[in-house]
């Protein structure tokens, strides 16, 4: 199974949008992307169930038509942490379902770009979390940084707890979420020397499709999945 997992520092810190910058990046470059939203939590009632905004997000941008029970096989309508939400609607998750699902979606791809929930310690439910969902894909991980105050401690806690877990943190790419941010150059500046791996991008002041750093934002990645 090749592909990206990607976590953020905290919930609300741009991973949607960064998945689907890197989604349209390697759809760009020619490679069939599956998505993967394991676990979300605050839904809508459709005709046809639950849909949760970033996982439809996720399959449009992955070229729609994808099974929406294997991209997203956890929706809960509740927008608050998973295990609550998982509680709430009398559901436990199951890494070896979401693993199920994980493989059937690679096998439909090129590369699997999943999408995790809140940070890397979010709880999904009883003994399970972000880190050890993460851990059982096996995938290079791709920490969001939210760019707005508090980032500096948020990324390197979040780093180096993804280091010492044994994953292979292969990068941080950051998300301009707060526009009146105070000296934004100065935080990227800072966390470029603090975390312990390569600065993949910024969004949206590394936009794809602006300056050619589409092409560039591609190749990095491919490095990565190599």
Request: some cysteine.
């Amino acid at each position: 199974m090749k592909g990206l997992f990607l976590t953020g520092t905290d919930t609300d810190c741009g991973k949607t949008r960064v998945a689907v910058a890197l989604v349209h990046a390697l759809r760009a470059a020619g490679y069939r992307v599956a998505p993967f939203k394991p676990v979300a939590a605050g839904a809508e009632r459709r005709s046809a169930g639950r849909r949760n905004a970033d996982a439809e997000t996720l399959i449009a941008a992955c070229g729609g038509g994808w099974d929406y029970g294997l991209v997203n096989p956890y929706c809960f309508a509740s927008p608050v942490s998973p295990h609550l939400a998982a509680a709430e609607a009398g559901e436990v998750v199951d890494a070896t379902v979401l693993r199920g699902a994980a493989e059937q979606l690679a096998a439909q791809a090129d590369l699997l770009l999943v999408e995790g929930a809140g940070g890397w310690l979010a709880p999904l439910g009883s003994g399970i979390n972000i880190e050890d969902l993460a851990l059982a894909l096996g995938l290079p991980v791709v920490l969001v940084v939210g760019l707005r105050l508090g980032c500096l401690n948020h990324a390197q806690l979040s780093a180096d707890r993804i280091r010492r877990s044994g994953a292979g943190l292969a990068g941080w790419i950051g998300s301009m979420i707060d526009s009146g941010m105070a000296r934004r150059r100065e935080n990227i500046a800072a966390l470029r020397n603090r975390l312990p791996t390569p600065c993949l991008g910024c969004l949206p002041s590394l936009a794809l499709g602006e300056h050619g750093s589409n092409h560039l934002f591609t190749d990095i990645i491919l490095r990565i999945l190599e």
